[in-house]
Each structure stands twice: as structure tokens, then as C-alpha cells.
């Protein structure tokens, strides 16, 4: 058994687990790949976002006059995670703070993953406890990679998401990574975002209102992939602006600091704030299957 992944199966599916980041790097029914195969365009799969979701300002936290270097999406999804459980079709991993991430982040943390597998498919539950003695302000969040196409023979615009309910809400941009001030239209027509490589343009489109609670990712026949989440309050939907054959769908509690904050990290909206002894628990599961 390999100290560095884990595989897991279960009714002909099969999902491969890194220790580096507790990153799902492999979702499959034995015919279709999901997930997206870090190629050059964007060398990672699906990774873990903690404590941040997006940029700070200048990539420094600020906390009790002193300031801390932390860069985009935090330092989890390139952090070395402890093996708890590894089963047939079930493993959790564990990242708790350390001199190494106190020097980034000068909080006490547990961040457990478990993923279990089943014949339809993968849920992920991620529980951030303190294991402090002060507030602990967090953000956290999946950034799972899918190939798009999801089979060779289809196109990009073939493909749509559509949304368990009708996302009328105006959506947010970004600039320089940072959160632009203002909502813009949503693409959205109804529960329907038909997918092209223009729609990321201008980087992901950050859905900080959203109504539902499912997306479905699929083309009017083949393969087909739904994400459904909780306690996930925004969802972001990315793909490189220059192209590439992947799209994110991303559920968040958090995201970037909006363009003009400068304050104390604990004061930066979108955070958990986790009272000593307490803890977050979210989840999104991914299923799968073909029409």
C-alpha cells in the first residue's frame, strides 16, 4: 500500500486519494474519467482550499499587529496530510496546525477529509475544528477539476450547467484575484449556463448568492457528472481564461477579499468564525453516470 494515495472502489467505481493536499486525483465508472489529469495547462486535480479561499490583499494576513505571509487559496492543498483511515471504499486524512503552519497562520486547527465511495458516487466531508483558545476565522473550500469535454467526441458548447433552481442574482468578478466591488448580470438564463471558454474571460465567475444547493455537468447525451453540497454558502465555476480542457465547479464558504479591505484577517467578510472546542462541518458529494 502506497504511503502516497489510496484507492478506493466500490460498484465499479474507483477513486484515487493523495496525501499531498488530500487531493482527489482520479474519479472513474470504468469507462469515463471525471476528474482532470493536472496536464500543463493547470497542474493540479481537485484541491483542498484552506484557510482561504482566493487572494488576499498582497497575500498577507494581518492578525494583533503582526503580519503573515499567505498566498492564494492557502497552504492545505500543498500540505502533506495524515492517513486516519484507509478502507476499501472509505479514508480520512488529518492536517492540524504545526510550527511550520503556525508561521503562516498563527491559529490552533484540525482539518479532517473523509471521502467514501459508493456504486454511484463520491461524497467528501471536510470538519474544521478548533483545537485553540481563541476565535478561529477560516475559510474553506473544494476546487474539483472535471474534464470538459467529458468524452472526446463531444464539444465544449455541448455542455450546460443546470442548477436545482433558478440563480437570478447577480454574480462577482474578480480583479487582480481581488473581489471587484460591485455584482455584475448573472450569466444564468432560468437554472440553465450554457458553457463556452468566453464565459472565463474574465477569470471565474463567483456565484455569492446562490439558490441551490445541485448543479448538474452534461451534454444532451454521454457521460454526465452532479455536485451537490452543504454547508457551502458560495460557488465558484472556473476554467483557465485562455482555455483549457477542464472546468471547476467549486463549492465555497469564503472567498476573496474584496478590492479596498485592508483590515485585521478576522474582520474580512465571508470567514467561518469557529468558537474554541467547536467545529465546521461541510460536504459535497459528486455522482455520476451516463444517458
Known amino acids: 500500500m502506497s504511503e502516497d494515495t489510496h484507492t478506493l ?14 487531493e482527489l486525483c482520479s474519479l472513474t465508472d470504468g469507462i469515463t474519467e471525471f476528474v482532470w489529469q493536472a496536464g500543463p495547462e493547470w497542474p493540479r486535480h481537485a484541491p483542498l482550499l484552506f484557510p482561504i479561499v482566493g487572494r488576499l490583499a498582497g497575500d498577507e494576513l494581518r492578525h494583533r499587529g503582526k503580519t503573515y505571509r499567505m498566498t492564494q487559496h492557502g497552504f492545505a492543498r500543498d500540505s502533506r496530510f495524515a492517513w486516519a483511515e484507509r478502507g476499501e471504499s472509505r479514508c480520512a486524512l488529518l492536517l492540524e496546525d504545526s510550527e511550520a503552519t503556525r508561521a503562516l497562520y498563527p ?44 468524452q472526446s467526441e463531444s464539444a465544449k458548447e455541448d455542455y450546460a450547467l443546470t442548477f436545482a433552481k433558478a440563480e437570478s442574482s447577480r ?9 471587484r466591488a460591485s455584482a455584475e448580470p448573472g450569466p444564468v438564463k432560468g437554472t440553465q449556463l450554457p458553457l463556452s471558454e468566453s464565459l472565463f474571460a474574465d477569470d471565474a465567475i463567483i456565484f455569492d448568492r446562490i439558490e441551490s444547493d445541485t448543479v448538474r455537468y452534461a451534454a444532451s447525451n454521454g457521460p454526465w457528472l ?14 483557465k481564461p485562455s482555455g483549457a480542457p477542464f472546468l471547476c465547479i467549486e463549492p465555497w464558504r469564503g472567498y476573496a477579499s474584496p478590492a479596498g479591505f485592508d483590515g485585521e484577517f478576522a474582520d474580512k467578510p465571508g470567514l467561518m468564525h469557529i468558537a474554541p472546542g467547536a467545529e465546521e462541518r461541510l460536504s459535497f458529494r459528486i455522482e455520476v453516470g451516463s444517458s
Do not use: C, Q, Y
Open 9 to 22: 472502489r466500490r460498484g465499479g467505481m474507483t477513486a484515487i486519494i493523495k496525501a499531498h493536499g488530500a
Open 107 to 150: 491559529f490552533a486547527f484540525r482539518l479532517t477529509a473523509i471521502f467514501a465511495l459508493d456504486a454511484g458516487g463520491l461524497d467528501l466531508t471536510l470538519t474544521v475544528a478548533n483545537t485553540g483558545k481563541e476565535t478561529l476565522p477560516a475559510s474553506i473550500g473544494g476546487h474539483p477539476a472535471f474534464n470538459w469535454p467529458l
Open 171 to 179: 454574480v462577482r468578478r474578480l480583479d487582480g484575484g481581488l473581489l
Open 226 to 239: 452532479k455536485m451537490s453540497w452543504r454547508g457551502f454558502r458560495e460557488l465558484g465555476v472556473w476554467s
